[in-house]
């Protein structure tokens, strides 16, 4: 069965700190991995990655992917309170399939 | 262009009563997925659409929930009768395929009392 495993499941940091979530996946026919930001309701878009080793970025956060090792990471650097949001990492396999969130907290 | 549209945003009904969800997504996105979310979850798929055809429903409750995707485009999802566990949001996300970022509606959020 197809699984898709985030860590963690909540953090809490303070206002410049670095965060790094994880997401660990085990899919049949693999093809991309998604991260998306979700404030509210909307889930929205941050990165898709199909390759291994290549590091995609947008200002503060950037994720990379390891095919070989099934997981992939997201960083935010800098972290300010309105980054404080779930962000939920999926897979691609012509279903997308979401892992449960990590709830990021940044406190002032 | 307006995104992926959903209706209502909100729905209270009694158990037992039949409710209806409607997604319109943006033009040109034949991939269609509707999910339901629980509070403190991730999203979890219901049934994906290619154009008109269901091609994957294997997560549909089906002996209360249906959806259609007539035409291609617009998509309702309807629960009858509810029970007080299918109070979650519901979500639509539409997109071309090829797991490219794909828009999300703003959802429904049912409340089955």
């Known amino acids: 069965e197809d699984k898709v495993v985030q860590s963690p499941l909540s953090l809490v940091v303070h206002e410049g700190d670095t965060v790094t979530l994880n997401c660990s996946y085990e899919v049949t026919n693999f093809r991309s991995l998604l991260w998306y930001k979700q404030e509210k309701k909307a889930p929205t878009f941050l990165f898709m990655l199909t390759s291994s080793g290549i590091e995609k970025k947008s200002g503060r956060l950037s994720s990379i992917l390891d095919k070989k090792e099934l997981f992939s990471i997201l960083n935010i650097t800098a972290t300010q309170t309105g980054d404080s949001a779930i962000y939920l990492c999926?897979?691609?396999?012509?279903?997308?399939?979401f892992g449960a969130g990590t709830r990021l907290t940044v406190k002032p | 262009e307006a995104g992926v549209v959903q209706s209502p945003r909100y729905k209270i009904i009694e158990k037992k009563q039949p409710v209806a969800f409607w997604c319109n997504p943006i033009?040109?996105?034949?991939?269609l997925y509707w999910y339901l979310q629980n509070l403190g979850q991730g999203p979890e798929l219901l049934i994906r659409?290619?154009?008109?055809?269901?091609?994957?429903d294997s997560q549909l409750p089906k002996d209360r929930f249906s959806a259609e995707r007539l035409k291609g485009v617009d998509s309702t999802l309807k629960i009858q009768p509810a029970e007080l566990g299918d109070s979650a949001v519901y979500l639509c996300a539409a997109g071309t395929g090829e797991g490219y970022g794909y828009t999300f509606g703003s959802g429904t959020r049912l409340t089955v009392v």
């Open positions: 033009s040109g996105h034949n991939t």
């Open positions: 999926a897979v691609y396999n012509n279903d997308m399939r």
């Open positions: 659409y290619e154009n008109e055809e269901a091609v994957d």
